[in-house]
């Protein structure tokens, strides 16, 4: 069973930094993309960033050139820097191993 714990969140101004962490336990194959989703209130879940085993990455447009996401040593952690924040990043966070295990959430909230 694999269980993914997000840490992180939290108020920040705009113009403010944030670090997400994501941890995945249990059996996790090394030949695995993590990624980082997030949802606004009523909005769809979108796709923030995501990582794929040999380091590639993608991002969405709208966080281009402000977040980064990378992985630690063991490949079970994902972190997402996240810079220039703005009001319109505030959502819940949430962490995604391949497209078959998702974190909790963790919320993200951003002020003017």
């Known amino acids: 069973q694999v269980r993914l714990v997000e840490s992180g969140g939290g108020l920040v101004q705009a113009g403010g930094s944030l670090r997400l962490s994501c941890a995945a336990s249990?059996?996790?194959?090394?030949?695995?993309?993590m990624g980082w989703y997030r949802q606004a209130p009523g909005k769809q879940r979108e796709l923030v960033a995501s990582?794929?085993?040999?380091?590639?990455?993608n991002y969405a447009d709208s966080v281009k050139g402000r977040f980064t996401i990378s992985r630690g040593n063991t490949k079970n952690t994902v972190y997402l820097q996240m810079n220039s924040l703005k009001p319109e990043d505030t959502a819940v966070y949430y962490c995604?191993?391949?497209?078959?295990?998702w974190g909790q959430g963790t919320q993200v909230t951003v002020s003017s």
């Open positions: 995604r191993l391949n497209v078959a295990y």
């Open positions: 990582i794929t085993s040999g380091f590639g990455t």
């Open positions: 249990g059996t996790v194959f090394s030949l695995s993309t």
